[in-house]
């Protein structure tokens, strides 16, 4: 559910491509909008969802560990493969993706403004990542 949505000026946006940024509900902890800061001031989205995705886990209860990032950005037309978009999102997050970070599992969507655009125009949308299957054990366990 959605229920953070801060509308920024964009002074000519398409009907379906509205300068928007949404965070979900449980990714408006320090390190859900961390990622949302970090990834608004490196790309200037056009859209941009930050999906704290830690409950699909088996960690404990008001985790910050998993994340879903969609991210839409003129700043990816330079990066042509989604390896090459993932590397410069993942550089912006190096703090919260590295070993000691606080952030377990990224799962990354990065795509220009016109290939959002089609796939908004074809009805589709980025679904959650799948359950956890178990882990490595690494993590605390749920409560």
């Known amino acids: 559910m959605i ?8 002074p000519h946006p398409s009907p379906s491509l509205l300068r928007t940024i949404m965070s979900s509900a449980a990714a ?29 886990h088996n960690v404990p209860t008001g985790s910050e560990t998993h994340f879903k990032v ?18 410069l999102v993942n550089a912006t997050l190096s703090e919260e993706v590295a070993a000691d970070g606080p952030v377990h599992a990224l799962s990354i969507v990065a795509m220009t403004p016109d290939k959002w655009e089609q796939k908004v125009a074809k009805g589709e949308e980025v679904g959650p990542s799948p359950n956890c299957r178990g882990g490595d054990g690494s993590l605390p366990k749920k409560n």
């Open 28 to 56: 408006q902890g320090p390190v859900g909008e961390a990622i949302a800061a970090k990834l608004t001031a490196a790309f200037d989205p056009a859209h941009l969802e930050v999906r704290n995705e830690s409950h699909m």
């Open 70 to 87: 969609i991210v839409v950005s003129d700043k990816f037309k330079d990066a042509r493969t989604p390896i090459a978009r993932h590397r």
């Open 3 to 10: 229920s953070n949505v801060r509308r920024l000026c964009n």
